[in-house]
């Protein structure tokens, strides 16, 4: 049987002298792994479309417990990715933390358009590497039904002020005086807490044009990170990498 989709290349491990394994996004059927087969050789048909980070159509034929790619058709190739080490590294932890989520055909077309706004903003470099990491942290984690509760304080029903903390377990808002009360700290100052009910709230077209403060940004970041982290339940490993070259 053949299919045809469109699809993302996330990953790519060598196997023998000319084939890779690729792991792919794609809409129509979430994360997948196909055999590249020769796709390493320059001469190949499947060289070009079935580089990391290239967005292409897929002709894919299915085995019994995996896919082969029998075509690759470049659509898009995000070559200002790698102008920056930086750059590259915020690309491999995107792409990582995307291959381990659990995608179903619901969430896959979404979480594609997304990363795909978020490689081409690397790669054109139109938005600091830390904006876009948080924005695609906090709406992955909104996507696939983890978005935390950002209305107002969960006990006293506070809704602003400054020093908010968003509990990871849970994903729940308490105030600094509530969380004093749990011998807690907040995590989040005032700019940091609007951000956040920014990015995970808007729609999606909007979501990266929002301005915060300098000293707002290290709290926005920080929680980003760790509340993707904690989600997750395991480690993604090219985040520290990502921190390594910052
Ligand atoms: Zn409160």
Not at 26 to 37: D, E, K, M, T, Y
Not at 101 to 110: I, M, S
Not at 220 to 240: F, H, N
Request: with cysteine; aromatic share 10%; hydrophobic share 40%.
């Amino acid at each position: 049987m053949e299919q045809v989709t469109d699809g993302l290349v996330l990953r790519e491990v060598k196997v023998g002298e000319a084939d890779k394994i690729l792991t792919i996004l794609s809409p129509q059927l979430g994360i997948i792994n196909a055999s590249a087969r020769g796709s390493r050789r320059l001469k190949s048909k499947l060289f070009s479309g079935c580089g990391l980070f290239c967005y292409s159509e897929f002709t894919l034929s299915s085995g019994r417990n995996t896919w082969f790619v029998q075509q690759a058709t470049v659509k898009r190739v995000f070559h200002g990715i790698g102008a920056s080490v930086g750059g590259m590294a915020l690309a491999a932890y995107l792409a990582e933390l995307t291959s381990l989520l659990p995608l179903t055909e619901k969430e896959a077309p979404r979480q594609m358009r997304l990363l795909l706004n978020s490689l081409y903003l690397i790669s054109e470099q139109k938005k600091p590497l830390w904006q876009i990491k948080a924005v695609y942290e906090l709406r992955t984690m909104t996507l696939n039904g983890y978005m935390p509760q950002l209305l107002c304080c969960r006990d006293c029903h506070k809704y602003d002020g400054d020093g908010f903390l968003l509990e990871y377990q849970g994903g729940e808002l308490l105030c600094r005086d509530c969380a004093a009360r749990e011998n807690k700290t907040p995590n989040l100052d005032q700019g940091s807490l609007k951000a956040l009910r920014y990015i995970c709230l808007m729609e999606d077209d909007q979501i990266f044009s929002f301005e915060l403060k300098e000293k707002s940004i290290p709290f926005l970041c920080r929680v980003a990170e760790e509340y993707t982290i904690y989600q997750m339940e395991r480690p993604v490993k090219s985040l520290g990498f990502y921190h390594s070259v910052q």
